[in-house]
């Protein structure tokens, strides 16, 4: 049975005139989950929000096109009509759980203010409802839950409570827009599987936004794949993903990271560190003695063969980040960094200086990695200026011409802007700036979260390509197991700041020892 | 060069920002050549068929074959007879008076209102108040250019040493700060004016110890939230000098919020020297100012050329340069591309 229907919706921006969603058709059947894949900029959180009518007029214009639901055209509704259906009949879910709760009211006073507003007015009605609600998104301690504040509460139980208020009303339709991205991948699932249940319980129907394909393969019926606007496939999930037809959407199939690891891998260490501990005074009073410390890593002991890719997977707090800036040298450490069979924590500040050619990091967010008010050839000359102050202008042109065509971008972008870029195009500029030092290690600190699935295997196909020309070494920090997988030879697992498990690649994903390992990768889909 | 282009077209793309800047640099480089074009003395003149140029050179009677030895009055009768002789002649200003020359063969009392000797008037010591506008406006401006520049770079040292190093420097100039910023700076200002002679260089410094505060907080702000960002951090790991990394990575991106706080702090000096001068604890009696006119025009209420014209000055240089401020900032924002 139909219960919405988008007909040829199509949508553009006010200021630009872009054509933002073109001749979107879409029908959601009761009970059904329908998902929504696409890249950034395709325009999949603009049909999701089209539905309840939450576009803003001032910026997007519907050119043609209808939204039925309940027989009613939704785009021709007034104000107040929708504002009756919305959280009631058709629900959202948003991925950024700390900025859509009210950080100055109790989560109670916000679920009640919902059910006050859509369901009853009797107060003691009120405070069932909003207790077994709570109750059964799974979390504990209800009455602790309903009178804290968003702060108080983990990223993941905000995410619970946005989907109890989501929920309280039974909608026919609940819309969850990438509504686990922002979570570590173990709570991922547990989300989704409170999501699922729920639709089965009270006949829901949902639609489910993602980018990520193994989300979307899991937990929908439907599938409807977005580039440009454009609707390029849509049909049965299995469908689809058996047989693709559009390119487009092989493409994006095809772009999960396959293994592609250098063979060779020596025996010798470049880089070890031995009892390595890190700590954070935490908000002292300024004349206490004794004075608490947050702990970001404790003992750890990782080393790193030459020529070798060394995967260090984690979720976010397990202190990875803290691990690569200790190696390189940005913070203050316990323990011992022997990098090439020298002690760096015995260097002075002075001789660190000198020798950080010799180890680079490139890091995760391309857009505030490169300094926006330099050209590309001086973010890519400043390190070589730094090492040798004689170096002539020519010479430093030539040596960031071939950094660029080694990174695969043209020489004519040398004296562009970062703005002037995309994301994969910058993360490659960020890897030419590390490469401009000749370094022995190199320290990925997530770089390709941020960006796109296809880019993401280009990217990681040229790092690889890079191990292989130059026998550098790699330290790759990620939360995704599936690209730390397909680069790494073998894998430390860290978990609250301590390494829980380490072995080869092979050996971690089909034979994992400890619980945690267990869980990441049957959260990675992996299993 | 091509962004500052950039920034440049956006600028003017904008009438307001564009007349006011226009308004703004043509009176200020106009008040710069004021001693030519509102001046007691001749530009130029011929007597006895030998050139003077009295602007430049100082000239005693003795070379007009007078008696005395101090510097010739070329409004003086004596004067005036010369140079009206035959073959003799002389080139005045525009508008031939100083700030502080006064016209003695004046049958109006002071303040006079404005008529075809002083175009705006007198002011209630018979001086000519279109040159005291002219000169007071040129003093205040100077004043707030320097005023600014010094909170400038007390500002940014400050504010980079605080954001840059953090920890305990931070900890410990913050401290000071709120102490520093706590002290009655009027207050001082009386006290101090009255033990010192009031000059213009003093009046500098003692604001300057005080103006540099608001700024370095900002710059403090912008260098905190500039050490940490990832472009910073990768060019330490490429071996930076401290100094390097806050000249060329923080600095430049923080230059944003000074930049745009430049043309409010230059209006904020005019204003506060004008308020000094209004209370009298400004500038040394003699020198032109604004404040000083505003003054005089509260005591002669009746003289509405002095009051009606110092504001419209005062506001319209005021109105310019934050309208000028605000299209820095519009012209700057990234966000608005």
Not at chain 1, 53 to 71: P, R, T
Not at chain 1, 228 to 255: A, C, M, Q, W
Not at chain 2, 196 to 216: A, H
Request: charged share 20%.
């Amino acid at each position: 049975m139909k219960i919405l229907e988008i007909k040829n919706l199509s949508l553009k921006s006010k200021k630009s005139n872009a054509l933002l969603l073109n001749n979107i058709s879409l029908t959601l059947n009761k009970g059904e989950t329908l998902g929504i894949v696409g890249e950034s900029g395709s325009g999949k959180t603009l049909t999701g929000l089209s539905v309840t009518g939450l576009l803003d007029s001032s910026i997007f214009e519907v050119i043609s096109g209808e939204v039925i639901y309940s027989k009613q055209n939704l785009l021709a509704c007034p104000e107040e009509y929708l504002r009756s259906i919305r959280t009631k009949k058709i629900s959202m879910v948003f991925q950024e759980p700390m900025l859509s709760l009210n950080p100055v009211q109790t989560i109670k006073k916000q679920l009640d203010e919902v059910i006050k507003l859509h369901v009853t007015k009797i107060k003691k009605d009120i405070n069932s409802l909003s207790k077994e609600i709570i109750i059964k998104t799974g979390l504990e301690d209800v009455d602790k839950t309903l009178l804290s504040y968003p702060h108080m509460l983990s990223g993941g139980q905000r995410q619970r409570v946005m989907i109890a208020i989501a929920l309280v009303c039974k909608p026919d339709i609940l819309i969850a827009d990438e509504p686990t991205t922002a979570l570590d991948v173990t709570l991922q699932l547990q989300i989704l599987d409170l999501l699922n249940n729920f639709k089965i319980e009270n006949s829901m129907s949902m639609i489910l936004v993602s980018h990520d394909l193994d989300l979307i393969k899991n937990y929908s019926d439907h599938i409807i794949i977005l580039n440009n606007g454009v609707i390029v496939e849509d049909g049965l999930t299995r469908n689809v993903f058996e047989k693709p037809k559009h390119e487009y959407t092989k493409k994006l199939i095809l772009s999960k990271p396959d293994k592609i690891i250098t063979k060779n891998s020596g025996d010798k260490k470049i880089l070890e560190t031995k009892n390595l501990s890190c700590r954070f005074p935490l908000n002292n009073p300024f004349f206490t003695k004794n004075k608490k410390y947050f702990t970001a890593l404790s003992n750890v002991n990782i080393h790193v063969n030459i020529g070798e890719t060394v995967g260090i997977v984690g979720e976010s707090g397990s202190g990875k980040t803290t691990l690569a800036m200790a190696i390189m040298q940005l913070l203050n450490y316990d323990g011992n960094i022997i990098f090439d069979n020298k002690d760096l924590s015995m260097l002075s500040n002075k001789d660190i200086r000198k020798y950080r050619n010799n180890f680079q990091i490139v890091f995760q967010d391309p857009f505030s990695s490169l300094s926006p008010r330099l050209n590309i050839l001086e973010i890519l000359s400043e390190g070589l200026v730094a090492f040798n102050k004689d170096i002539k202008y020519n010479e430093l042109f030539d040596i960031c011409t071939s950094l660029l065509s080694e990174v695969g971008l043209s020489n004519d972008m040398l004296l562009r802007y970062p703005h002037q870029f995309s994301g994969g195009q910058r993360q490659r500029i960020a890897i030419a700036r590390a490469l401009s030092m000749k370094p022995k290690l190199i320290i990925f600190d997530e770089p390709t979260s941020a960006l796109d699935v296809i880019v993401q295997k280009n990217i990681l196909e040229l790092i690889v390509s890079l191990q292989e020309k130059y026998s550098l070494s790699y330290c790759f920090i990620s939360h995704d197991l599936k690209v730390i997988k397909s680069i790494s030879h073998r894998i430390y697992v860290i978990k609250d700041s301590e390494i829980v498990e380490t072995n080869s690649t092979e050996n971690i994903l089909n034979y994992p020892t400890s619980d945690y390992t267990k869980n990441l990768i049957k959260s990675s889909f992996l299993s | 060069m091509n962004k500052y282009n950039v920034y440049w077209v956006k600028f003017l793309k904008n009438k307001r920002n564009k007349y006011s800047l226009f308004v703004f640099g043509f009176i200020f480089i106009l008040s710069l050549f004021a001693e030519v074009l509102s001046n007691d003395k001749p530009i130029i003149m011929s007597i006895d068929s030998k050139l003077y140029f009295p602007i430049i050179m100082t000239y005693s009677d003795k070379h007009f074959d007078g008696y005395f030895d101090t510097e010739a009055d070329y409004k003086d009768n004596f004067m005036t007879q010369k140079i009206a002789m035959k073959n003799n002649w002389a080139i005045f200003p525009l508008n031939p008076h100083s700030y502080d020359s006064i016209n003695l063969n004046k049958s109006t009392p002071n303040p006079a209102p404005p008529s075809q000797y002083n175009y705006l008037g007198t002011d209630d010591r018979g001086r000519d108040v279109l040159a005291r506008l002219l000169y007071g406006f040129r003093l205040s401006v100077l004043f707030a250019f320097a005023l600014t520049a010094i909170g400038i770079l007390i500002g940014l040292f400050f504010g980079a040493l605080q954001g840059y190093y953090a920890g305990k420097i931070d900890l410990y100039l913050q401290r000071f700060i709120e102490i520093w910023g706590s002290m009655p700076e009027l207050y001082l200002l009386i006290i101090f004016s009255s033990l010192f002679e009031p000059s213009v260089l003093l009046l500098i410094i003692l604001l300057s110890l005080f103006g540099w505060m608001g700024l370095s907080d900002y710059v403090r702000a912008e260098f905190l939230k500039g050490r940490n960002m990832e472009y910073v951090i990768a060019a330490r790991t490429l071996g930076l000098s401290d100094t390097k990394i806050i000249l060329k990575h923080i600095l430049p991106n923080s230059m944003v919020s000074v930049i745009t706080f430049l043309p409010f702090r230059i209006s904020g000096a005019i204003l506060v020297l004008t308020s000094l001068d209004f209370l009298g604890l400004g500038v040394p009696p003699d020198t032109p100012s604004l404040g000083e006119l505003l003054a005089q025009g509260k005591e002669n209420i009746e003289a509405w050329w002095l009051s009606i014209s110092t504001f419209l000055v005062l506001t319209g240089t005021l109105l310019s340069l934050i309208f000028i401020g605000e299209g820095i900032r519009e012209s700057l924002d990234s966000r608005s591309e």
